[in-house]
């Protein structure tokens, strides 16, 4: 055990005070409890879509991805040979930096969708927040997060707003909205593989949840008669996980505090901040040199970290902060259990979903990744890959694959429409 090593077991900051089994099991608890309609912190939204090999070529459909950072619009279509991505559209996510009411982001994003109804009247909208999911495949707002600040919206029915907002701007065809989380966009938007057993979307991103697909009788609180549905769990909101004093720092400093506790130990807007606190009280436990600037340091997220990763020495903001070699030492370590910490996490999330589905035993569980935190933060990627290795493969033999693609998210928008029929 290192210096470092006592300082966070102090803060109960350490991998070692995550106790694997006990939060693997509250995670499938949870998850249970939750399709079942009791009380749970994990949502487990029902969306009423499910996989399907049909899909309708030929039409085009408006794709928007409204994430944590960025908006995204395009024309999506599927042929024979594949799809097309076409007046595609990329600005600011509405209300990241700049604090906007309901009828705001309602006028500007709807601005944004009017030049494309010339060439259709469907919309696949892909919303990375918190909703609950009619059956008439529209939603509601339950809340926003990461920091995205747009006031009065709880309860909003999203399509039916911007339908109207849109008649008021003089369009006179009706407009269809489908909306689906991003994780469900990544689910279906994923490349297809011929034989997986189970299937799962996850985001590691800005911030962080998971879909996968359930079988329908399991889903007791609604009635359906489809044999699968995806569910989309929230479990950035998991809550029964044991948070060390950086975390209820950043916690507490948030713009919603006590909301999406699992969110703000492994995903990249929050994750910097944690490593940051831990720094700053390391330096006053004098595990820093007195001539660092790590008391300068200002807020980062984990691109910040992943460039230090990459050249330690450089010219870049941690590496800057560093007085010297052992300063050098002290910012790896708890750069490296930090990202310890999280892969661990994040490795329960997605082995909970694995036991509990039964995945993963007669061939692989496919396992869509999207998100910065997870495809750029390298260091990140590969520790989540040796705890699944030791920890679904070895110890409970289950077999998974992770995948990625291009326009994940847009894909998955428009399968959303396109593939009901
Ligand atoms: C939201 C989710 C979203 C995830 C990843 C979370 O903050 O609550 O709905 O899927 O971020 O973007």
Known sequence: MSKIDDFLKKYLQHPDDI??????????????????????????????????????????????????????LGLVSFSEEGYELSRFYKQKMLGVGEPLDKEQFLDRLSDLILPYLDETDSVGFCFSFPSEITPDKDGIVLSFAKEVYISGCEGMHIGAELSRVLH????????????????????????????TDGQIGFILGTGTNTAYLEKTENIRKIENDSENMIINMESGMFGRVKQGYFDQLVDSKSAKPN????EKMISGVYLGKVIRETLIQAFYEELFNTNSRILQLP??????????????????LLAEACYDESDHQSMDEIIDRALERAAKLVSINLLAIILKTGGGKKAPIQIVVEGSTFHKCLPLQNKIIAYLQKEAVEKY?????????????????????????
């Open 19 to 72: 106790d694997y089994e006990e939060t693997l099991n509250a995670f499938i608890e949870d998850m249970d409890k939750g399709l079942n309609g009791e009380e749970s912190t994990l949502m487990m939204i029902p969306t009423y879509l499910s996989v399907s090999d049909y899909i309708q070529r030929g039409k085009k459909v408006l794709a928007i991805d409204a994430g944590g950072t960025n908006l995204r």
């Open 168 to 195: 008021e701007k003089g369009v006179e065809k009706p407009v269809y909205f489908y909306l689906l989380n991003d994780t469900v966009a990544t689910l279906l938007g994923g490349p297809i593989i011929e034989n």
């Open 259 to 262: 909301d999406h506790l699992f």
């Open 299 to 316: 807020e980062f997220d984990m691109a910040a970290v992943s460039i230090y990763l990459d050249d330690r020495h450089g010219n870049n």
């Open 397 to 421: 033999g289950r077999q998974y694959r992770f995948d990625q693609g291009e326009d994940v998210n847009m894909l998955g928008s428009a399968k959303a429409v396109l593939c009901n029929k």
